[in-house]
């Protein structure tokens, strides 16, 4: 079932920096309308994950409640703020992190779950887990700096295919540009996942609007039931 309280079209991916600054940035995303922010800013000890984590997940949550805060790849950091009452709200796991089922089953149904892929192959093998996987981010779309997932670049011509085959909602990532933002819309794509545009951006909020303006001009247009 998809999850009618998840907005994939703007998701903020979390860079590498100072902490203040990683926090000022997500809560300026979610106040533009970014309605995911996910906590990666690798490279990162646990620890520090954890109290970064913390205070993303308190500001964005004083932005826009409405704004999911995700931790990348650590179950067990998502889970100890949980149990703390911090609201996160779920994480992204990578393909050689915790098994999405085992995740869910520590997590409980009510948490977001997201599942890295990038390959038609994995898409296929993602579908098998849509029971337990709320979403999944597609990249890249090109070789990005941020992260080497050893994938080769999809480019803005292979996601309809991978859009198509996929059952649940896709996110796409990879150096996506704001040029790029409208064409993955009308591609298929639910969403777009950004890092180095928004650790750029003078103003986060106002990059977090114009994100989901382009996106929603891509978006293909409802067939119309009336004569």
Do not use: W
């Not at 979390?14 to 600054?21: L, R, W, Y």
């Not at 990005?144 to 292979?158: E, Q």
Request: proline share 6%; with cysteine; charged share 25%.
């Amino acid at each position: 079932m998809l999850r009618t309280d998840l907005d994939l079209r703007c998701y903020l991916v979390t860079a590498a920096g100072e902490p203040e600054d990683i926090v000022r940035t997500a809560a300026a995303a979610a106040q533009g309308g970014a309605g995911v922010v996910q906590v990666r800013s690798k490279p990162i000890s646990a620890r520090a994950l954890t109290s970064l984590a913390e205070k993303v997940a308190y500001a964005v949550a004083d932005a826009n409640p409405r704004t999911r805060v995700l931790v990348d790849d650590r179950v067990d950091v998502a889970l100890a703020l949980r149990d703390q009452g911090v609201p996160i709200h779920g994480v992204h796991l990578g393909q050689d992190d915790l098994d999405p089922r085992d995740a869910r089953a520590l997590l409980g149904n009510d948490a977001l779950i997201g599942l890295t892929t990038g390959t038609l192959e994995l898409v296929h093998g993602a579908n098998e887990l849509r029971e337990v996987v709320d979403y999944i981010g597609c990249g890249p779309l090109r070789s990005t700096p941020t992260k080497d997932s050893g994938r080769p670049p999809i480019g803005l011509d292979g996601y309809p295919a991978l859009t198509a085959a996929s059952h649940v909602p896709l996110v796409a990532i990879g150096d996506v540009q704001i040029s790029d933002v409208a064409a993955l819309a009308q591609a298929g794509a639910a969403g777009v996942a950004i890092v180095r545009g928004f650790a750029h951006a003078a103003d986060p909020q106002a990059f977090a609007r114009e994100v989901i303006r382009e996106f929603e001009a891509g978006c293909p247009e409802e067939d119309s039931d009336e004569d």
